[in-house]
């Protein structure tokens, strides 16, 4: 931790003594520094900008009151810490919007108030609680994840051995039938076991070696899916780009991310097909930089966030939360497996899948990390 005494970071604030953020910058939580009693902002964390939509300049002179409105649980909390009953209050409570603010809508959060050693100086943290639960709920998709994906290695590997000795005894069957009506019989076996070679061999493919990584740009990657989708249905289907052109390029293997995403669109377009008739089937690829960021328990300065977004029925709700998981599909005839080969390759670039839906409004959210190396400036 630096050991310099930086000093109030937004010009005509009201004075305090000096302090350290330190590692401050570093936490996940979203935190702010203000003075007592005007309540005025002297520190911002980056975590704490993300979380408000708004730039450490932007909040210049403001105070909690502006930021949260009239919170009357948040008062208490401050004038029980201020006034010395507790040295630090914490609780869970609502956050309500700024007004401004990209995202309107009100946050629940525990909420962390405190005394600083600096004199006349207060701390609040806070941490929205369904972002917590969304932590929780990766962690524990990511175990089961894992646990299917050995499952299904050791599966796929117990059926591929068996499975050539069957093609190639139907084939030799097939030259000694006296009748060719029946080597009809045979030719169903044969088939039915190159389609099975064809499904142990995408269960296997994620986990072999995978290609070499180089730095690419993630909107060719995404225009070269769009390309192939409309490409196979070029009636009815709108594909909307929504691209933030400033991300840089992404160090990853770009046939993994195009065969990821790839999968996730070919998915919409198919349960779009009624949609398509009329018109009225959209889809939304949407781009923008993410900041300090956590996944899996590891912190990130930067991160891709991409959203493919559909406007069709929704995914049935008995397998909203198995999706990810092999063989389990809403589509007649669907194999099970796009959705589990995508979180597989995001998974190997370090990032994450998750997805919500409803009628009317599917959102797949991938994000992908940048590293160290690949942030220039």
């Not at 108030?113 to 207060?122: F, Q």
């Not at 065969?259 to 996730?264: G, P, R, T």
Request: proline fraction near 5%; glycine fraction near 6%; hydrophobic fraction near 40%.
């Amino acid at each position: 931790m630096s050991a310099t005494l930086l000093r109030n970071p937004f010009k005509g604030a009201a004075a305090a003594a000096p302090f350290v953020p330190g590692l401050l910058e570093h936490l996940p939580n979203a935190l702010v520094v203000f003075t007592m009693p005007t309540l005025q902002l002297i520190y911002v964390n980056p975590a704490a900008e993300a979380a408000l939509d708004l730039s450490r300049k932007s909040l210049q002179g403001r105070s909690i009151t502006e930021l949260f409105g009239h919170n009357e649980a948040l008062k208490d909390m401050i004038a029980e810490v201020s006034e010395g009953r507790v040295v630090m209050q914490r609780q869970e409570m609502v956050l309500d919007s700024l007004p401004g603010r990209i995202h309107q809508e009100s946050i629940p959060a525990h909420v962390v108030v405190a005394m600083l050693e600096t004199p006349n100086l207060m701390m609040m943290d806070w941490f929205p609680i369904d972002q917590q639960i969304s932590s929780e709920r990766d962690e524990r998709v990511f175990q089961q994840v894992e646990a299917n994906k050995e499952l299904m290695r050791n599966l796929a590997h117990e059926i591929k051995n068996p499975l050539g000795g069957i093609r190639g005894a139907a084939q030799l069957l097939e030259f000694e039938l006296p009748e060719k009506n029946l080597r009809e019989y045979t030719q169903v076996i044969v088939k039915e076991s190159d389609r099975l070679q064809t499904l142990v061999d995408r269960l296997l493919a994620p986990h072999r070696k995978a290609h070499e990584m180089e730095f690419f740009n993630v909107h060719e990657a995404l225009e070269r899916v769009r390309s192939l989708v409309l490409a196979e249905f070029p009636h009815g289907l709108s594909i909307i780009r929504n691209y933030d052109t400033s991300l840089p390029d992404l160090l990853g293997d770009q046939e993994q991310l195009i065969q990821a995403v790839l999968n996730i669109v070919h998915n919409a377009a198919q349960v779009l097909q009624d949609d398509m008739k009329i018109g009225n089937a959209q889809i939304e690829l949407k781009t923008r930089v993410a900041r300090s960021v956590t996944i899996a328990k590891m912190r990130y300065k930067m991160a891709v966030d991409l959203h493919v977004i559909d406007n069709g029925p929704g995914i049935p709700e008995e397998i909203r939360d198995r999706i990810f998981f092999p063989l389990v599909s809403g589509r007649e005839g669907g194999s099970g497996l796009g959705l589990t080969l995508a979180q597989t390759f995001v998974q190997q670039h370090q990032g994450f899948i998750t997805c919500e839906s409803r009628p009317g409004l599917t959102d797949f959210h991938l994000q992908i990390p940048y590293r160290k190396q690949e942030i220039v400036g």
